[in-house]
């Protein structure tokens, strides 16, 4: 199991989903920040005896039917303040996984000097599949994009949230470019599986509402 960065809507199901399945390690990358989440993480994993590995770029895990190819973070030992959202965006593990599938970019939420510094790395970002960086938001650019040229874009993304998730401007980027874009507060749980032609997308469940404002009392 990967958590690509410590904010608390990328781990606060991660008892949940050690529950009832067999998890050899739980990974993280190189930073440690917000302290409270990584002792969270770390607790979570020793109540139940599964190890936790950290990962760095340029890494590579291999099993029978996937590879993950760690790319980033790139620059890992830049400090990292934990109150500032963007710095902690920023160390999200980037992996390219390779599986029967096809190639899927998993980018946790990389803001555009993550992008950028992937961009100047010179690794291969191309992929048929990409998990759009930080649920669709407007701190993606279009170079990023266009390196990666995916078939298919994947937006997980609460239905109603206040942060104006996924931005249009993105979205019309992508479409523009030929991608077809799935969302999950329109299409619920998507699963990509393989085709004839490639990978494509099924939605396997429904998509939750939006959150119900309380009226003023």
């Known amino acids: 199991m990967v958590i690509t960065h410590l904010h608390a809507d990328h781990l606060g199901g991660l008892a949940a989903a050690l529950g009832g399945r067999a998890v050899g390690a739980v990974a993280l990358g190189p930073a ?14 020793a109540e ?8 760095r770029a340029g890494q590579q895990l291999d099993w029978p039917a996937l590879s993950l190819r760690v790319l980033g973070p790139v620059d890992p030992a830049n400090p990292v303040d934990p109150s500032d959202g963007t710095d902690v965006n920023n160390t999200s593990l980037v992996l390219r996984a390779t599986a029967p599938t096809g190639t899927l970019l998993l980018t946790g939420d990389v803001e555009l000097l993550a992008q950028a ?6 690794v291969d970002l191309r992929a048929d599949v990409l ?7 407007r701190y993606t650019s279009p170079g990023f994009l266009a390196a ?12 109603g949230n206040t942060y104006g998730h996924p931005n249009a401007t993105v979205l019309d980027a992508l479409r523009r470019a030929g991608t ?7 299409s619920g749980d998507v699963a990509v599986v393989a085709s004839r032609d490639g990978p494509v ?6 998509p939750r509402p939006a959150p119900r404002q309380r009226g003023r009392g």
Do not use: F, M, Y
């Open 32 to 45: 440690h920040q917000p302290a409270w989440a990584d002792e969270r993480v770390h607790r979570a994993a």
């Open 148 to 159: 990666v040229r995916p078939r298919l874009a994947l937006v997980s993304v609460g239905a």
């Open 201 to 206: 997308a099924v939605a396997r469940g429904h």
């Open 48 to 55: 139940r005896n599964i190890p936790v590995l950290e990962l």
């Open 131 to 137: 998990k759009v960086p930080h649920h669709g938001s």
């Open 180 to 186: 077809l874009v799935r969302r999950t507060d329109e």
């Open 117 to 122: 510094s992937l961009l100047t790395s010179g």
